[in-house]
């Protein structure tokens, strides 16, 4: 299995801001994901990040607010970007382990907006 | 589109008897169902999955069923702890795109607290 760590593990941050989540893996891994996680809703995917091309979006989430980047093998980021009290969620980076499509999964974001 | 559904009452048990978590699914039988625990503060922790053509799985105190005709699975913890207490998460692989792309679908998960 895959070790994934992220940065930061929460934040708080005001209104209108961004925020850049860092996602970091010890293996080399092709395609890596980002969920977001609201409470008492279930693990939603925001996009799939594959490297050299750009990140596959999900219904209802879009580029301009979530702007994704793959440069290597190992590592992602996700910006939340012009962030209202909405945002406020749990941010989780995850690459496929196996052939059964099993997920491994960063500790996650905190993301607080006031 | 495939939805999952899950108790979303929590779950109490005593030390040393048998949890066992409900994952119902509404459409298609999916390929492989997969099980995940979470504990407050962290990520998904996979736990094990079980293929459409298998009945039963196992590992360790932790045993899963599916039952394709009834479109539910079954995730079992013998001999309970305390240290088990946490969410537990259910998984469906979905394809899309004629078969091109995938992702996980997720349950809302179920709490399980085993007490001492």
């Known amino acids: 299995s895959a070790v994934i760590s992220q940065k930061p593990s929460r934040d708080i941050c005001q209104r209108g801001t961004s925020l850049t989540i860092q996602c970091q893996v010890d293996s080399q891994v092709t395609m890596m994901f980002w969920y977001r996680q609201q409470p008492g809703q279930s693990l939603t995917l925001i996009a799939t990040a594959n490297q050299g091309s750009e990140a596959t979006y999900e219904s209802g989430f879009v580029i301009d607010k979530f702007p994704i980047s793959r440069p290597n093998l190992t590592f992602s980021t996700l910006t939340v970007s012009n962030m209202s009290p909405e945002d406020s969620s749990i941010y989780l980076c995850?690459?496929?382990?196996?052939?059964?499509?099993?997920?491994?999964f960063g500790p996650g974001t905190r993301l607080t907006v006031t | 589109s495939q939805k999952i559904e899950q108790n979303s009452e929590a779950l109490n048990i005593q030390e040393g008897k048998t949890a066992t978590l409900t994952c119902n699914y509404t459409?298609?039988?999916?390929?492989?169902l997969q099980w995940y625990r979470q504990d407050p503060g962290r990520g998904p922790v996979f736990l094990l999955l079980?293929?459409?053509n298998e009945k039963e799985k196992r590992k360790e105190r932790l045993k899963v069923t599916f039952d394709t005709t009834l479109k539910q699975s079954l995730f079992h913890i013998t001999a309970s702890q305390p240290a088990d207490s946490a969410t537990y998460l259910c998984?469906?692989?979905?394809?899309?795109?004629?078969?091109?792309?995938?992702?996980?679908?997720w349950g809302l998960g179920t709490s399980l607290a085993v007490n001492p």
């Open positions: 998984a469906l692989v979905q394809t899309y795109n004629a078969g091109n792309n995938r992702k996980l679908i």
């Open positions: 079980i293929r459409e």
């Open positions: 995850s690459v496929v382990g196996g052939a059964s499509y099993e997920q491994y």
């Open positions: 459409n298609y039988s999916p390929a492989y």
